[in-house]
């Protein structure tokens, strides 16, 4: 078993906010609440989550670009610090971050090309030619030419600024790519050439991704390994092809039932979760799903699940699936 | 379909749509033919820029006057772009409703929910003061909104992107509309959110009867809520056929190929098949069929002439010269990581 690249370790961020107004009472809103996990070298752990779950956050904190409130991040052995100093920007070289909006990404008074160049300006490696030779290597690896080299982001499509973007965070050659719903602006047919250029990416360089997305079908395509996130927590982790399957905390179970499926298999059974996901700032005692979970019990609102693993390995945190219900009642 | 079947309710023959951007004119729905049954719901799936809203938009008339709308649209008979415009203000929100993909902001901020519901009910159904309030209130119930009541008074930004939905959806349901177009109502919620409201949308339909014209880029949402899908490419309709036939053997290659792009929850997992380019831009089009160039099956009498929306088999339509004689099935590789 090679060494993790990426550790994280009980990582927290909390927010101090006021809540009704200036003179409100202070409250912290726990965005990523004792979040851990561990990337391989060359291997993709998926972050999946529904919108405000923390998993944004939770890819801030990896890269040092938010302070921890608690827990550490390693990367390499390292501990990442949100200190930019030198030894922060040595370690920025080895781990990219990919957004979801290119446009947004891209600066757009500048040729593409330069703007894939810039890293190594940033980071003063390689002469300008040998600059310019490695952005053609990697637009070529994108499946771009260098007809595109001095265009600019608006002359370009979707689909063609991702792969610049791309470009621009692989030409430091890093081993680890943060990728915030990178394919979640583009049209479906376009997905999938993203996404396949993901999979090419990583047989190519070897480098690990930690690819956060709200598409369960995206993310079981690229994952070696998947967490769900509700509420600044990981309710279950494991294997992409077992855990979406067959999942086995409630939530999963309601989020993969939600997912409505082209391929005439009507079969599978709805469950609709009422209401919405509470407010981060009021998370319930005990488990943070239990007020939306049809199995809830008042051990769930006394004592909050850890992350255990099951006899496969798959790691879930809920009462009822571990049998801690059944325990209590048998005591 | 056949001789007894009451008249639809809506009928679109030839419908085109121009823009005039001041430089040129540029066409983006070139010919669309389509018919809705009543209480029917008709999926509409296209990507960026295949014309999927603006035709709809045209429908409602509501594209502005750089549009300019060419062909028949036929609401129960009636012509909607020969009508005036007071007579169409009659129709939104009565005859026919739309809801859109986002709608928190398509709620007035400084608003109270309660007043822009007594407005629509006052509009419509032309009630006034408390009995325009016990309306609205009924409406939220409708839309199972909890604390209805509460509700009233409190104004967009405090509710959820799913509750304003289900607002607009109130609103929509004001006046009691016959036909219901839904563009992407539910791309901008978190999929359990987007399961209550298609849930609700079915729910609706099934006590009152109303059709639905469902707008959306995700193939699974039409999939599972609409009776009969319309796919869109480049301003045509390339295929258009029952639910359970399109999904189970599609023809056109566009159809073909979104299916390939697309990855599963379950079963083996598969290298994703891309379709290759990029959606023509409208000012400049292929000649012929304008999928041709990213097509995996074209051949160079695609580029003669744009194929005509045709029957192939029963109930189904296809725009593609090579429907009846290609049997290529959709490919399929096992998945090497």
């Known amino acids: 078993m090679t060494a993790p690249l990426l550790v994280a370790d009980a990582i927290e961020r909390h927010y101090e906010v006021r809540r009704d107004g200036l003179l409100g009472k202070r409250r912290s809103l726990r965005a990523v609440d004792g979040v851990s996990f561990a990337v391989p070298p060359g291997r993709t752990l998926g972050l999946v989550g529904e919108s405000g779950c923390g998993k944004s956050t939770t890819a801030k904190l990896v890269l040092g670009l938010v302070p921890l409130t608690g827990g550490t991040v390693r990367f390499d052995g390292q501990p990442v610090q949100a200190r930019h100093d030198a030894a922060w920007r040595r370690q920025r070289r080895d781990m990219q971050m990919v957004y979801q909006d290119p446009l947004g990404a891209l600066d757009r008074r500048l040729p593409v090309g330069r703007q894939i160049m810039e890293p190594l300006a940033i980071h003063r490696i390689g002469t300008p030619n040998g600059r310019r030779d490695k952005a053609m290597a990697l637009l070529e690896a994108v499946g771009l030419g260098a007809s595109h080299l001095g265009r600019y982001p608006h002359e370009l499509s979707g689909g063609q600024r991702q792969r610049i973007v791309l470009a621009r965070a692989m030409i430091l050659e890093p081993r680890l790519l943060v990728c915030d719903e990178p394919v979640s602006a583009l049209d479906v047919s376009i997905q999938a050439q993203v996404v396949n250029l993901l999979g090419d990416i990583q047989a190519r360089f070897g480098v690990a991704y930690l690819f956060i997305s709200h598409d369960l079908r995206i993310v079981r395509q690229v994952s070696h390994e998947v967490a769900v996130m509700y509420l600044g927590r990981i309710v279950e982790q494991g294997e992409p092809d077992r855990l979406f399957s067959q999942p086995e905390h409630p939530y999963t179970r309601a989020l993969v039932s939600a997912i409505p499926t082209a391929r005439g298999a009507k079969a599978r059974e709805r469950i609709l979760l009422q209401g919405d996901p509470p407010n981060p700032v009021d998370v319930p005692s005990g488990c943070a799903f239990r007020t939306r979970c049809a199995w809830a019990q008042p051990l769930c609102a006394e004592r909050r699940p850890e992350l255990r693993p099951l006899a496969d390995g798959t790691r879930v945190a809920c009462h009822m699936t571990h049998g801690d219900i059944a325990a209590r009642r048998a005591a | ?337």
């Open chain 2, 1 to 337: 379909m056949f001789g007894l079947a009451p008249p639809p309710i809506l009928e679109i023959a030839g419908l085109t749509v121009d823009f005039d951007t001041g430089k040129r004119i540029v066409r983006a729905v070139h010919g669309v033919d389509l018919k809705l049954g009543r209480g029917e719901a008709l999926g509409l799936v296209g990507e960026s820029g295949s014309g999927k809203s603006v035709t709809w938009m045209a429908v409602m008339r509501l594209l502005g006057p750089r549009a300019r709308i060419g062909g028949e649209i036929l609401l129960d008979g009636a012509s909607i772009p020969d009508m005036p415009e007071p007579a169409v203000e009659k129709l939104r929100g009565r005859r026919m409703a739309m809801i859109f993909q986002d709608a928190t902001s398509a709620l007035n901020p400084v608003h109270r929910i309660g007043s822009q519901l007594a407005e629509a009910v006052r509009l419509h159904r032309g009630l006034s003061g408390a009995s325009a309030r016990v309306e609205a209130r009924r409406l939220l119930d409708r839309v199972r909104i909890a604390n209805a009541q509460q509700r009233l008074d409190e104004y967009p930004h405090q509710l959820s992107g799913g509750m304003n939905q289900r607002v607009m959806i109130a609103m929509a349901l004001a006046g009691a509309p016959d036909l219901l177009i839904a563009d992407e109502p539910t791309t901008a919620l978190d999929a359990t959110i987007q399961a209550q409201i298609l849930d609700l949308l079915r729910e609706i339909r099934r006590d009152s009867g109303m059709a639905m014209v469902l707008i959306s880029h995700d193939l699974g949402v039409v999939a599972e809520n609409c009776d009969r899908i319309a796919v869109m490419y480049a301003g045509r309709i390339v295929e258009e056929a029952p639910s359970d036939a399109l999904f189970e053997d599609p023809r056109h290659p566009y159809t073909r190929g979104l299916m390939a792009a697309l990855p599963d929850l379950d079963g083996p997992r598969r290298a994703l098949v891309a379709i290759p380019g990029t959606v023509p831009e409208p000012w400049s089009l292929p000649p012929g069929c304008s999928f041709a160039p990213r097509c995996p099956d074209a051949v160079p009498a695609c580029a003669a002439g744009v194929p005509p929306l045709l029957a192939s088999g029963s109930r189904r339509r296809a725009a593609c010269i090579r429907v009846a004689g290609a049997d290529v099935a959709a490919p399929t590789r096992e998945l090497v990581w």
